[in-house]
């Protein structure tokens, strides 16, 4: 099974950057996600790590290291509408994802 | 092009009724999932398929039940609904391969009294 931590909610600052940890224990590794979900609406994928090292993708990058079961969300130049939850996930070898309970990252102005 | 379609979009349901919620997909994915989303607990996996045909249980699996009779449909179950099935529903789809990103619906309320 999996075990997954993060932590529940973070506030920041429009225009600044804010990190959010994942860390996890699991029975067999098979990838690592993040997805946005803004209130009352779907999740939406975000990145994708299955070795370690940095994704990015334009103002957010994601961070793996395998070794340590240890994940990060990164949010660079934050704005209004990046106000939502963050939900880091882990697959499995059956290809079954487990999701943690969430981060709500609250941006100010 | 609709995705993942889910139906009822909110639903209120007196307890010990039988419920069963649609998912429809359009983009041929062998993998579909179901999950529950309550606060403070995040997504839970109730049940999934790999492919038609064929289903597993997944992390909280009791008071469900799903088929998979073709590709694009995987209704979800609720024989006799209590109130701790009160919840928001969501049915994915996923390829596979590397990413395997999943494809969420909008999701379905259910609310049991």
């Known amino acids: 099974g999996q075990n997954i931590d993060q932590p529940t909610e973070m506030t920041a600052t429009e225009g600044a950057i804010v990190q959010i940890n994942c860390t996890y224990q699991t029975s067999g590794f098979n990838g690592l996600f993040w997805y946005q979900q803004h209130a009352g609406e779907a999740p939406t994928f975000l990145s994708y790590?299955?070795?370690?090292g940095l994704e990015e993708k334009g103002r957010f990058s994601s961070f793996l290291s395998r070794s340590k079961g240890y994940s990060y969300l990164l949010l660079k130049e934050l704005q209004m509408k990046d106000s939502a939850s963050y939900l880091c996930a882990v697959r499995d070898r059956d290809y079954k994802l487990s999701f943690g309970a969430g981060t709500t990252v609250t941006v100010r102005a | 092009i609709a995705g993942i379609t889910q139906a009822p979009t909110s639903q209120i349901l007196a307890a010990g009724r039988r419920m069963t919620l649609r998912c429809t997909q359009d983009?041929?994915?062998?993998?579909m999932y179901w999950y529950r989303q309550d606060l403070g607990l995040g997504l839970r996996l109730i049940h999934y398929s790999n492919t038609a045909g064929t289903t597993g249980k997944g992390e909280v699996p009791d008071g469900y039940s799903v088929s998979r009779a073709n590709t694009d449909d995987f209704p979800l179950t609720l024989a006799s609904a209590v109130p701790s099935q009160t919840s928001v529903y969501f049915c994915?789809?996923?390829?596979?391969?590397?990413?395997?990103?999943?494809?969420f619906g909008e999701g379905s309320r259910l609310t049991v009294l």
């Open positions: 994915a789809s996923s390829e596979a391969g590397d990413t395997g990103e999943l494809f």
């Open positions: 790590n299955v070795l370690d």
């Open positions: 983009m041929r994915h062998n993998a």
